[in-house]
């Protein structure tokens, strides 16, 4: 399973940007799509997912500021970002949990990350 991130670079503190992402490859289901960022020196935070059936969490910091949608039929995850802060700085990744990979008669669970983009709030 592979994921292609698109989108992410710069913008001034207050703007817009939109990040999208395409799962590919052999599985059944992805059951939770989403991001992750990842800040210098900093641990690697949940942004924002969703499930299959539409569940949403974000993280507090983003809360009325960034909206994740999914396309289950396309294996897309799109984030959109608004009011961007400084502290919103950092390398984005696309994750997909609990995708069902295997045979009919195996099944298992797997996580995959995509490869990463960065996004920059700088005046």
């Known amino acids: 399973v592979q994921l292609q991130a698109s989108g992410g670079g710069s913008a001034q503190p207050g703007g817009s940007l939109t990040l999208s992402c395409t799962a590919s490859g052999t599985f059944f289901v992805i059951n939770v799509m989403g991001w992750y960022r990842q800040a210098p020196g900093r641990e690697r935070e949940l942004v924002a997912r969703v499930g299959s059936r539409g569940t949403i969490k974000y993280a507090d910091s983003v809360s009325g500021r960034f909206t994740i949608s999914r396309d289950s039929a396309k294996n897309t995850v799109s984030l959109q970002m608004n009011n961007l802060k400084s502290e919103d700085t950092a390398v984005y990744y696309c994750?997909?949990?609990?995708?069902?990979?295997?045979?009919?008669?195996?099944?298992?669970?797997?996580?995959?990350w995509g490869q990463g983009t960065q996004v920059t709030v700088s005046s």
């Open positions: 994750n997909a949990e609990r995708v069902v990979i295997g045979t009919p008669t195996d099944l298992r669970e797997s996580t995959y």
